[in-house]
């Protein structure tokens, strides 16, 4: 694996999913795991995530990687880089998205500032007419995309996904030159699965089938025991 470059979604890959993003748990051991798979890859690992990057560094305490982070509206080349980030919604929009969804019982907003993520985990009967209400706000807004998740949509700038952090980060060291490798629970995470493909790398779905990834792992329980064997074997480090 020392010519591969790791680029691992979080929630429902990394760790499992929760009823509210600030009720999960990371395994005591997944930092160190991770650490030494990055040091296996001379540094070529990478959180691509639609949690901001300050959350993550959040989650897995003194560890720190390369990350992408709000659907890759940041980024961070490299562990102890400065963050690049887009600029946030424009506070008009990110209000009248937020009276939009809030207007129904059990939805919560979660403001990243580059994007918002409308939770509608408590009520999920709700989510076609939450759609909805959110679609009619979004169209006024040209530059608004909306993407839906697991009991999730999240508001963000067009022009920025998963796919185009993969792309960001694999034109620079240590992940330049190196065959990329994606894994992912969700339909945000396809358009990564469709940037690691056209670089000739490879996709791994994490609990269900999907578009273009070669391989399924059941939960993320899997990836982890996944991982912890790639960081266990021998590695020669690659360019």
Do not use: N, W
Request: hydrophobic content about 50%; aromatic content about 6%; charged content about 20%.
């Amino acid at each position: 694996m020392g010519a591969h470059a790791f680029f691992l979604d979080v929630d429902g890959t990394l760790i499992d999913l929760a009823a509210h993003p600030d009720a999960v748990v990371v395994p005591d051991d997944l930092p160190r795991t991770l650490a030494r798979l990055a040091e296996a890859a001379s540094g070529a690992l990478a959180l691509v995530s639609g949690r901001t990057i300050e959350r993550l560094d959040g989650l897995f305490g003194v560890a720190r990687f390369a990350a992408a982070g709000s659907h890759g509206a940041q980024l961070r080349h490299a562990p102890g880089h400065d963050v690049e980030a887009v600029p946030d919604l424009d506070p008009e929009v990110a209000q009248a998205l937020k009276r939009a969804a809030l207007a129904f019982a059990g939805v919560f907003v979660e403001d990243k500032g580059p994007s918002l993520a409308i939770h509608y985990r408590a009520c999920p009967a709700q989510a076609p007419h939450l759609r909805l209400a959110l679609e009619e706000v979004a169209a006024a807004a040209p530059d608004l995309v909306l993407l839906p998740g697991h009991f999730v949509f999240e508001a963000k700038r067009a022009g920025y996904d998963k796919g185009s952090a993969v792309e960001a980060l694999m034109r620079h060291p240590p992940f330049a030159g190196r065959t990329p490798v994606f894994i992912g629970d969700d339909v945000t995470d396809e358009a990564a699965f469709r940037a690691v493909l056209a670089a000739g790398g490879l996709a791994i779905a994490v609990g269900a089938p999907r578009a273009g990834a070669a391989a399924v792992l059941p939960d993320p329980s899997d990836v982890r025991r996944f991982l912890t064997h790639l960081a266990a074997q021998p590695h020669q480090r690659g360019r």
